[in-house]
């Protein structure tokens, strides 16, 4: 398991404080993705409406994160609620396999995506991400969890549920260097009934096999039934559901 997502909000990091002062003065570089190819299949600025904000406490950004997403797809929920499952005190943190263990454990699709592009086509199709992002340095590393939900091309920002901050304007080429660091690790958490813009067949029907896993038998056969009518002849959907 991954040690990513550990030690995350720390707070009084003098680094995190830099970082921040840099990206709300929109001195960070420009982020190499291709905006020509990606602006032909985007609109201009998105914002996901609907997205709760809950302030991240010290060390409990994946559960205030994970809760943001959670009560967006239509369930209530609150971190404390889901602190004693995804927050490893050893650790100071929430893992990438908690959260998404805290999704299906609740009946939810846990697709990760783990390109760049994929974020704002994600946002475009009106879904938030989570996303997990070192504001530090590879050598010492601040982990931390934030919700995207939208993105301005034109201000060259992206808006994070992040920290203590509702709507924070994170410059395109900061959001680019510090997500890069855990290899633009993102995490959709949808109804099994919604799918991924951005969606393949076998990492779907692993999502779906997760809930399967969870327990969550009525959501797995939802999943399963969402994937067979977009692949009919899917063995594993058509197995999964008649297990399910």
């Known amino acids: 398991m991954s040690s990513q997502g550990s030690n ?3 707070r009084g990091a003098a680094l995190l404080w830099v970082l921040l002062f840099i ?3 929109g001195c960070a570089g420009r982020a190499s993705y291709d905006r020509a190819s990606l602006q032909e299949q985007v609109p201009p600025r998105v914002e996901v409406t609907g997205v709760p904000f809950f302030p991240q406490e010290v060390n409990q950004c994946g559960p205030a994160a994970l809760s943001m997403a959670l009560q967006w797809s239509g369930l209530k929920v609150t971190p404390d609620s ?3 499952e995804v927050y490893t005190p050893s650790r100071k943190g929430s893992l990438q396999m908690a959260m998404i263990g805290g999704a299906r454990r609740n009946g939810r699709i846990a697709y990760v995506i783990s390109h760049f592009d994929t974020l704002f086509l994600e946002l475009s199709a009106g879904h938030p ?3 997990l992002q070192n504001l530090g340095l590879s050598w010492y590393p601040q982990w931390h969890y934030a919700v995207a939900v939208g993105y301005d091309f034109q201000e060259d920002v992206v808006f994070l549920r992040s920290g203590r901050i ?3 304007a994170m410059a395109l080429g ?3 260097k510090t997500w890069s660091r855990s290899g633009y690790w993102g995490l959709l958490v949808l109804r099994p009934k919604n799918t991924p813009a951005v969606i393949q067949e076998e990492p779907y029907l692993k999502a ?3 809930l399967e896993k969870a327990r ?3 959501a797995a056969e939802e999943g399963y039934e969402t994937a067979l009518s977009l692949w009919p002849r899917s063995l594993g959907g058509l197995i999964g559901l008649g297990n399910s």
Do not use: F, S
């Open 8 to 10: 995350c909000c720390r």
């Open 23 to 25: 990206t709300l003065g």
């Open 82 to 84: 889901l602190a004693n």
């Open 129 to 131: 991400v989570i996303i």
């Open 166 to 168: 509702e709507r924070l």
């Open 174 to 176: 900061t959001l680019e």
């Open 208 to 210: 779906v096999l997760g």
């Open 216 to 218: 969550q038998y009525k």
